[in-house]
T-cell receptor, first 110, second 114 residues
């Protein structure tokens, strides 16, 4: 059972570009959603939480559509340092654990 | 900023051997977790621990695995008889509360089973 599905990419974009990642989840009981960032061979680090009302943090905007069970992440004005794998993550209260997608690999090119 | 720490960073072992992976969660956190990530695959939940007992575990967490909080600071994952397929990154995480509260991850232990 795939709780969370993402396009694995890779996405190769030039510096300054806008890039969008999408994610779908299968379990309607999922209550909370997050985007994590993972650099090569490092631990996942929380990038931002995702709310139905939308959530913006600088160049990053996350959106949740519960009706479509769809989550998005938009990165504006991409920087070289944004190169990483972006993990879509859901949380179920009953399970009390995080369900990770396989991640979308982003490479920002000079 | 407080952080989760893990030791060792890399563990190499022979198939059939026992390994213990160690974690020091953030000091005021109450919930502790182990996740694993096989190379090239997604991060997978293994087990959560609260109030000195397992609160949830996945189907991956079979009888070969056990967890323990032997003192007030350490949280350990033991694999009794390692298999080749246990080779992975093992991440410890902790959170202050149950629920959607942020789980903070440690840097991971890379386990290689030969």
């Amino acid at each position: 059972r795939k709780e969370v599905e993402q396009d694995p990419g890779p996405f190769n974009v030039p510096e300054g570009a806008t890039v969008a990642f999408n994610c779908t989840y299968s379990n309607s009981a999922s209550q909370s959603f997050f985007w994590y960032r993972q650099d090569c061979r490092k631990e996942p680090k929380l990038l931002m939480s995702v709310y139905s009302s939308g959530n913006e943090d600088g160049r990053f905007t996350a959106q949740l559509n519960r009706a479509s069970q769809y989550i998005s992440l938009l990165i504006r004005d991409s920087k070289l340092s944004d190169s990483a794998t972006y993990l879509c993550v859901s949380y179920e209260t009953g399970a009390n654990n995080l369900f990770f997608g396989t991640g979308t690999r982003l490479t920002v090119i000079p | 900023e407080p952080e989760v720490t893990q030791t060792p960073s890399h563990q190499v072992t022979q198939m059939g051997q026992e390994v213990i992976l160690r974690c020091v969660p953030i000091s005021n956190h109450l919930y502790f977790y182990w996740y694993r990530q096989i190379l090239g695959q997604k991060v997978e939940f293994l087990v959560s621990f609260y109030n000195n007992e397992i609160s949830e575990k996945s189907e991956i967490f079979d009888d070969q695995f056990s967890v323990e909080r032997p003192d007030g600071s350490n949280f350990t994952l033991k694999i009794r008889s390692t298999k080749l397929e246990d080779s992975a990154m093992y991440f410890c995480a902790s959170s202050l509360d149950r629920g959607a509260d942020t789980q903070y991850f440690g840097p991971g232990t890379r386990l290689t089973v030969l």
